[in-house]
């Protein structure tokens, strides 16, 4: 007969025990699985939000990390707005002759200050809510030209619907995209319209004015699932966004007004940037009642910037941060700070707790074998005298100890990836990472030596016990 065998024998024996014994062992390995199985899903999404389709952010002068989370994350309170001008700054000059609503705003004829360092830039604008998700102002490039996913080529999809317009003859400027888990938790579908909440979701007024969902993207597993995006020339057009103009009130296109004309801007004349829009009424935006705000009472929250050349970034942030208006951010840097600094003290202390969890496991194994000793000393000194030396005895001890680790440990390790597996499809919609069965964390490979150095070093006692039972006075003689 094996050892092995004559080890399970003896743990049969004692089944209650040893159930009891392997089921602690199994819940602190599930408990380990399960954190670095979470640390795994977390640094996934970390590394594929860290591409974001832009390699630099520009917004008010503040912190760095705040300005990171609002912007990528849409977490924390906005920073402080930047003129529209400053945005213009990145744009090449036919891109701002495109842009001005009104002639002569900017100057057409030049490149901004920025432009042959950008080779794409996005305005981004904050401070509304749809229910509790974050309301964007932005341009239809932030869906046409940005990608994501761990090498940044994934573009955006739609799952229903299209991207919105700068200008729609059905909607005028008010369209809008909706994330997909906003979508799903607010049911919202195609063609619904939804009334922004200005400022605080819960104490801010509702604008009067409604965007039209145009589109609702496809899960991406990036913070944008969670967000409203709204065409940037109609959140411009909302109460209280337009920048008051020498002290003034300034010209709010979001409320009702009476000017010289009767008429309103044709949907031609709306789009035409050189357009006076001053010379019609503007009561309404249906088909573009309204004409674009003037670029002197607008602001951005921040600037999505790609630069043209890995090797210009950093001149080109050094140049913003030199200046009074803005500072560059980093955002990948920022967000993997992040993680160095929150997520990874978090596992380390997680993993701290479940190792802890283990070694109680481990010492209820020891408990275990020893408080039997007393009981099998008598079978022990019937082995010996059967000729088994100390050193099979206790080696027979020490396989029932990793036997009830190893045993408690597997059991562990399909329970927590089974629960992983369970929670896989709810884990993707939120984080687009996928989870499967078997998807192994690199430091499990850690699992099986480090139960049975525990199994080894808990048994060794009573291993020791046995290897000094005294044969004739356990047999009585």
Request: charged letters at 15%; one cysteine or more.
């Amino acid at each position: 007969m094996s050892l092995f065998t004559i080890a399970w024998r003896s743990i049969q024996q004692r089944g209650l025990a040893s159930l009891l014994t392997a089921i602690s062992m199994a819940l602190g390995v599930t408990l380990v699985v399960a954190v670095l199985s979470i640390h795994s899903v977390v640094s996934q999404s970390f590394r594929s939000n860290a591409s974001l389709g832009y390699n630099m952010i520009v917004g008010a002068k503040g912190g760095k990390l705040q300005l990171t989370l609002n912007t990528v994350y849409y977490l924390s309170q906005p920073v402080e707005n930047i003129p529209y001008t400053y945005y213009l700054e990145f744009l090449d000059a036919e891109r701002r002759g495109q842009v001005q609503t009104e002639p002569g705003e900017v100057d057409a004829t030049r490149d901004g200050e920025f432009a042959s360092y950008a080779s794409l830039a996005i305005p981004v604008c904050l401070g509304d809510y749809v229910g509790n998700f974050r309301s964007i102002g932005t341009t239809p490039e932030f869906f046409d030209k940005l990608a994501f996913g761990p090498e940044g080529k994934t573009k955006f999809e739609f799952a229903a619907g299209r991207n919105f317009q700068h200008h729609s003859e059905e909607h005028g400027f008010f369209e809008a995209v909706v994330g997909a888990v906003a979508a799903k938790e607010l049911n919202i579908k195609l063609h619904d319209v939804i009334q922004p909440t200005h400022g605080d979701p819960e104490t801010g007024h509702i604008h009067e004015e409604g965007f039209t969902v145009v589109g609702i993207l496809a899960a991406s597993g990036t913070p944008n699932d969670r967000a409203v995006f709204v065409n940037i020339e109609g959140f411009y057009l909302l109460e209280d966004h337009a920048k008051p103009v020498d002290g003034e009130a300034g010209h709010n296109h979001g409320e009702e007004e009476t000017h010289a004309a009767e008429e309103a801007c044709t949907d031609e004349e709306c789009t035409d940037p050189a357009h006076d829009h001053s010379a019609h009424d503007h009561a309404g935006h249906e088909h573009c009642a309204h004409g674009p705000l003037p670029i002197a009472q607008r602001e951005v929250t921040a600037i999505l910037v790609r630069t043209s050349n890995p090797m210009v970034t950093p001149r080109m942030s050094n140049m913003i941060n030199e200046g009074a208006e803005a500072q560059a951010v980093l955002p990948v840097r920022e967000i993997f700070s992040l993680f160095d600094v929150i997520v990874q003290p978090i596992q380390t202390v997680l993993l701290a707790l479940t190792a802890m969890i283990c070694i109680v496991s481990g010492i209820s194994i020891l408990v275990s074998i020893y408080n039997s000793m007393s009981e099998r000393r008598h079978e022990i000194a019937v082995m010996r005298a059967l000729g088994a030396g100390r050193g099979t005895v206790m080696t027979i001890i020490l396989l029932e100890s990793v036997l009830l680790s190893v045993a408690g440990g597997a059991a562990g390790w399909l329970l927590a990836h089974t629960l992983m597996a369970i929670a896989g499809p709810a884990i993707a919609a939120q984080t687009g990472v996928s989870v499967h069965f078997f998807d192994i964390a690199p430091k499990e490979a850690l699992l099986i030596p480090s139960l049975i150095f525990l199994a080894i070093a808990c048994g060794l006692f009573p291993a020791i016990s046995a290897y000094r039972t005294d044969v004739a006075k356990s047999l009585g003689v």
